[in-house]
Nanobody, 121 residues
């Protein structure tokens, strides 16, 4: 499975972006988004549970970020509203594959290369 994230760019504080992640194969329900801010570790952003019945958003991103998907197109989206400077970073999509899926990096088997999001004031 190969994952390709896109949709990043340079935006201003308060703007919105929608990131897309297209998978080369069927990725099932265990998919998620992570991000790495400059100088920081990669952190969880959002995910679907393996059974597809639950969605998880990082607590401090609730209300601004949402995850959605188009199953038939093997595509997962991350909608980000009211962006602030702290949202700057590289955003990665991941697929659980044979792993559990969840809120931790080790829960995912496949990773895309990431797309850069830069929020300027």
């Amino acid at each position: 499975v190969q994952l390709q994230a896109s949709g990043g760019g340079v935006v201003e504080v308060g703007d919105s972006l929608r990131l897309s992640c297209v998978a080369s194969g069927e990725i099932g329900y265990g998919v998620g988004w992570f991000r790495r801010a400059p100088g920081k570790d990669r952190e969880f952003v959002a995910a679907y549970s393996r059974n597809g019945q639950s969605m998880f958003i990082a607590h401090d991103l609730e209300g601004r970020f949402t995850i959605s998907r188009h199953i038939a197109e093997n595509t997962v989206y991350l909608r980000m509203n009211n962006l602030n400077i702290e949202d700057t970073g590289v955003y990665y999509c991941a697929a659980a594959g044979r792993r559990a899926g969840g809120l931790e990096e080790e829960d995912y088997e496949y990773w895309g290369r990431g797309t850069q999001v830069t929020v300027s004031s």
